[in-house]
């Protein structure tokens, strides 16, 4: 009976920081390995395909998989994402960049390697060092070419949300002056000056 035939498949978790191979002959079957593969609970597993979230629902989709498709395993209200390459960052050389601003830059895009999203929750200071790198001159540090598009991504997002957050700063300056000028009683108000000093 070909429902009853074991076949490779390739699971992970949904960081696919842990990946296993198994076989299994039905969905069900794949499901009850998962916990001992991958440490997951055994309740409420959603299968999905690793590439590009589809979902594996019901017995006769599945068995007209591939042998070796890749799976993600997603708990509870875990989401599928694709799968962003990581920027492979060295500290080996040294360049015109200081050492510690590299060690930082480098540590930011670590952080921000896996959700790009992250970078409107850093600070001003954090993204000031990211909005004023140059890419080109990380070369050293940058594994290659695909890394070196994320930088400029990387560079290019922070400048705009640090843009954004200064204007924020200065309509929230402009708002209480305006508070401090209608609290004393003062009815001509004129804004401040655009212009950053």
């Not at 440490?39 to 594996?56: A, K, Q, Y």
């Not at 060295?90 to 670590?110: C, E, F, M, P, R």
């Not at 957050?165 to 004393?184: F, I």
Request: hydrophobic share 35%.
């Amino acid at each position: 009976m070909e429902d009853d035939i074991n076949k490779p498949y390739k699971i992970c978790d949904v960081n696919r920081e842990k990946k296993k191979g198994t076989v299994a002959s039905s969905l069900e079957d794949l499901i009850a390995k998962v916990p001992e593969k991958l440490g997951l609970p055994s309740e409420n597993l959603t299968v999905v395909l690793e590439c590009d979230g589809t979902e594996v629902d019901d017995e006769e989709y599945f068995s007209t998989l591939d042998p070796d498709t890749s799976l993600m395993i997603l708990h509870g209200n875990e989401k599928w994402a694709p799968n962003m390459p990581k920027c492979q960052v060295s500290l080996d050389q040294t360049d015109d960049v200081a050492l510690g601003d590299k060690a930082q830059v480098a540590n930011l895009v670590g952080r921000l390697q896996h959700n790009l999203c992250h970078i409107s929750l850093l600070g001003g200071q954090d993204l000031e060092l990211l909005s004023d790198m140059d890419p080109d001159s990380l070369a050293d540090i940058v594994t290659d070419r695909d890394n070196r598009i994320i930088l400029e991504h990387i560079k290019e997002a922070s400048g705009r949300i640090l843009l954004e957050k200064r204007q924020a700063q200065d309509a929230m300056e402009l708002l209480k002056l305006y508070h401090q000028s209608v609290a004393n009683g003062t009815e001509d108000v004129s804004p401040p000056s655009q212009e950053r000093v």
